[in-house]
């Protein structure tokens, strides 16, 4: 049976257009009122936002920015990363997470994933920090770890390694803002929690959008000039005689990551309903783990205690290629993250570690596969995602 709906065509891997559908009138609202405002890069809806964001994880402090590429380069940059600094970081994630170090010169050092969680791997962690110490030819600095697929890394683990270790740390949880250990969000244990607004996230704006939330305020301040090239910050002010208006100056090398008014707009009527469509998610997750379970290599596992926004639903299969190809012909999308983990592709070659160092990413790279997953998913389309991966044979 292909799968098809005959309302919206054939199924979505991520159906946007049924989301907008639901606050449609709200979006058009909210973007209509900035159109008329005028303020249309940080704007008021922004500074709403940021307050929003910060109050949703508990968090003191949020800076949005325009995109989570630049929420961890902004991280970096706060810290003044610089050549023969290490940075920690999986290679079984999106390149971004590794692509921000080299722009500082610094080095990125790859570490090994847990493989039911495919999150970074506290044992692998702690062995590369080892490493790099015993080699003496980088200065351990930050590690940044991954909220893949929308769960929380194992943060009280990693967090004693950084303590012991002088590191800062850094979650990245581009694919897992509003996700949850022991009822904690990331932000309670990093230095620094970085996120993504790309459309296809779990809480995703009309374009590029991104943030950053920390317990710091003078890094939150830092952080906030580094995003507008540096400007003079109110410590700056109050520090120093300016003899004109500040407004032009930079006393620091920083960038242009201003999140437009509008996105803020539209995240925050999103964030409205944010929590129902965590609910949303989970309930699709737990019908897929129901009927998978024991019949497929893999499902999901969320680490004890946590709460998973499940940006992802991925299971692991023998002959993967085959399974996507069937369900292709079945009219079910799919997805594969990641086939070439960062450390085997061309930019990282310089980095990579010893081929098979890795072991744990390189093969979940060659079984995992994402199923359709969204807030609208109906009940139908779950069936036929179910029967037809049931229904292969490979």
Partial sequence: MLARNQDTGPMQFIDLQAQRRRIENEINTAVQRVIESGRYVLG??????????????????????????????????????????????????????????????????????????????????????????AEGKLTPRVVIAVDLFGQPADYPAIRAICDREGLKLIADTAQGYGCTLNGRHPSDWADITTTSFFPAKPLGC???????????????????????????????AAQRNFHHDPKYLSLRIGMNSR???????????????????IKKREAVAERYTQALAGKIRRVPKVIAGGQSVWAQYV????????????????????????????????????????????????????????????????????????????????
């Fill in 315 to 394: 299971i692991e299969h023998d002959d993967r290629d085959g399974l996507q190809a069937h369900l292709m012909a079945q009219g079910v999308p799919s997805m594969v993250y990641y086939p070439v983990p960062i450390h085997q592709q061309d930019f990282a070659i310089r980095f990579a570690p010893p081929a098979g160092s890795l072991r744990v990413t390189e093969e979940a790279s060659r079984h995992v596969l994402a199923l359709p997953m969204h807030p609208y998913l109906e009940v139908e389309d779950q069936d036929c995602v179910i029967e037809a991966v049931l229904g292969f044979n490979g």
């Fill in 44 to 133: 008021p809806e922004v500074g709403e936002l940021e307050t929003q964001l910060a109050a949703w994880c508990g968090a003191k402090h949020a800076v949005s920015c325009a995109n989570g590429t630049d929420a961890l380069a902004l991280a970096l940059m706060a810290w003044e990363l610089k050549p023969g600094d290490a940075v920690f970081c999986p290679s079984f994630t999106f390149v971004a997470t590794a692509q921000v170090v080299p722009w500082l010169g610094a080095t990125p050092v790859f570490v090994d994933i847990l493989p039911d969680t495919y999150n970074m791997d506290p044992a692998s962690l702690e062995a590369q920090v080892a490493q790099v110490k």
């Fill in 206 to 236: 009309y374009g590029d959008g991104g943030a950053i939330v920390t317990n710091d305020s003078p890094l939150a301040e830092l952080i906030e000039s580094l995003r507008v090239y540096g400007k003079v910050t109110p410590t700056d």
């Fill in 259 to 277: 999140l437009d008014t509008v996105q803020a707009a539209i995240l925050l009527e999103k964030l409205k309903i944010f929590a129902d469509e």
